[in-house]
């Protein structure tokens, strides 16, 4: 699984001017999730756990890379009332929030096997809309381990960033991408990609995740993750496919709004 650096369900509504100035509207509280919190390490099969552990290790070591992800968060912006609202796991489907579903796009920057720096670029899809007034634009963010961005892109990457809480981003660096944590089932070999199952439970939800992970090279290349209804708690599922880079980019240059 994806390290849990940060708790599941939350939210960041937050009014932001294009020019810089940023009024918090609305933000749940972020807590980090250690591994024992889930009640385990990793049980099940030894020869699952063992090839897992080892994709694991060998997809955190990369230099860099790339993950296309949909259907963890979403959001919604408006440059008319200069505002952004992003919502990640359960927390995406609260009836207050007007959000769409989006796809991220993920670059990664490693050292040691712990991520350096991240750049997330959600873009919201509102397909009812086909006039500029309810235009959705992308959020990029940049994390770095001490501190965070966030940018609406208006034209190639955002022209300028306010800092943002890290623990208002759904995602924290410092730390190993990838862990193995949860029960785990036999594996199966699909030729090519070898199958690997594994649950656990995350903030009372069951947790059911599939990875396909390349048999001879043992890096992740699809996951899919699909957390079942809890009290409070809808159900929902989200995909993750890994890309590669050729080299490692360089953090994207920040400038603050004015």
């Excluded at 990838?178 to 690997?196: D, Q, S, Y």
Aim: net charge positive.
């Amino acid at each position: 699984m994806r390290h849990p650096a940060s708790s599941t369900s939350r939210l960041a509504r937050r009014g932001r001017s294009l020019a810089g100035a940023a009024l918090l509207v609305a933000a749940a509280a972020l807590v980090a999730v250690p591994l024992d919190a889930y009640g385990y390490g990793a049980t099940g099969n030894p020869a699952a756990i063992a090839f897992y552990r080892v994709a694991a290790a060998k997809t955190d070591a990369l230099p860099a890379y790339v993950l296309n992800q949909t259907g963890w968060m979403r959001a919604s912006d408006s440059v008319q009332k200069n505002h952004v609202t992003w919502a990640w796991g359960f927390a995406q489907f609260h009836s207050r929030l007007v959000v769409f579903p989006a796809r991220e796009h993920i670059v990664l920057v490693q050292h040691a096997g712990s991520t350096v720096w991240l750049e997330d670029v959600i873009t919201p899809i509102n397909a009812r809309c086909h006039a500029l007034a309810c235009k959705q634009y992308p959020i990029e963010i940049v994390v770095h381990r001490t501190v965070a961005y966030e940018g609406i892109v208006l034209k190639g990457g955002a022209k300028c960033f306010k800092k943002e809480a890290l623990r208002k981003v759904p995602y924290t660096v410092g730390t190993p991408f990838w862990v193995a944590v949860g029960h785990f089932a036999p594996k199966v070999v699909h030729g090519a990609l070898t199958e690997i199952t594994s649950t656990y439970v995350n903030e009372g939800q069951h947790v059911r995740e599939t990875d396909l992970i390349t048999t001879t090279t043992k890096l992740f290349a699809v996951s899919e993750m699909h957390a079942a209804a809890a009290p409070a708690r809808r159900a929902f599922s989200y995909r993750i496919t890994d890309g590669r880079l050729a080299k490692v980019p360089r953090s994207p240059r920040i400038t603050l709004c004015s």
